[in-house]
C-alpha cells in the first residue's frame, strides 16, 4: 500500500509538473545567452542524465553525490523539479553579472546562498515539486551526507496561446 501511494505521489507531481508548466515559461527571469557548452547536459553530463527528450521537453534526472561541487552550468529551459527524496543541505553559488551581461568567473566566497536545505527529513515524505524559469550559470556544493536527487522537467518548446487555434495538435495523427 505505501508503495502504491508513493507510485500515485510522483504520478500526481509529474500532472502538476506539466500544469504548472506554462507558469514557468511566463516567470523567466534570465535571458539566456550563453554558449551551449555551459548547458547542464553539457556542462555536467554525470549529475544531468537524460531520460527522454523530444522537442517540447527534456526530462533529466539529476544526481549530486555528497560532499562534491558539480561543474558549472546553467539551465536555458523554464522547467519543473520534482523532489522524491528529502534535499540535502547545499550552497548555490551564481555566476554574478557584469555589466556588459557577460559574467564573472564564480567565487565561492562571494555573495554565494547561505546553506539550506528545501525539505526537512522526517519519517514519511511525499514528493514535491516546484517550478524554475531559466537558470543563469551556477554550481552547487553538497554539505550533507547524503546525495542531492530530484527529476528535472524542462519544458523547450510551449505552445502557449497558440494552441487556441489549434484543431489537432502537430504530433498526433
Known amino acids: 500500500m505505501h508503495r502504491v501511494s508513493l507510485i500515485l505521489g510522483f504520478v500526481f507531481a509529474l500532472v502538476v509538473a506539466f500544469v504548472t508548466g506554462a507558469w514557468a515559461q511566463q516567470t523567466n527571469k534570465v535571458n539566456w545567452h550563453w554558449p551551449d557548452s555551459m548547458d547542464a547536459v553539457n556542462s555536467a553530463p554525470k549529475i544531468h542524465k537524460v531520460l527522454f ?40 553559488h551564481q555566476l ?15 555573495k554565494a546562498q547561505a546553506p539550506h536545505r528545501l525539505f526537512e527529513k522526517s519519517d514519511w515524505y511525499a514528493p514535491q515539486c516546484i517550478t524554475m524559469g531559466p ?36 504530433n498526433q495523427d
Open 53 to 92: 527528450e523530444n522537442d517540447h521537453i527534456r526530462l533529466l534526472e539529476v544526481t549530486v553525490p555528497a560532499g562534491t561541487t558539480e561543474p558549472i552550468h546553467g539551465h536555458k529551459y523554464p522547467s519543473v523539479f520534482a523532489f522524491d527524496a528529502v534535499q540535502p543541505k547545499l550552497k548555490d
Open 96 to 110: 554574478e553579472a557584469s555589466s556588459d551581461g557577460s559574467g564573472n568567473p564564480l567565487d565561492p566566497n562571494s
Open 135 to 170: 537558470q543563469a550559470p551556477h554550481q552547487v556544493t553538497i554539505l550533507d551526507t547524503f546525495p542531492q536527487h530530484f527529476y528535472r522537467l524542462e519544458f523547450k518548446k510551449m505552445d502557449g496561446k497558440s494552441v487556441e487555434k489549434m484543431t489537432h495538435y502537430p
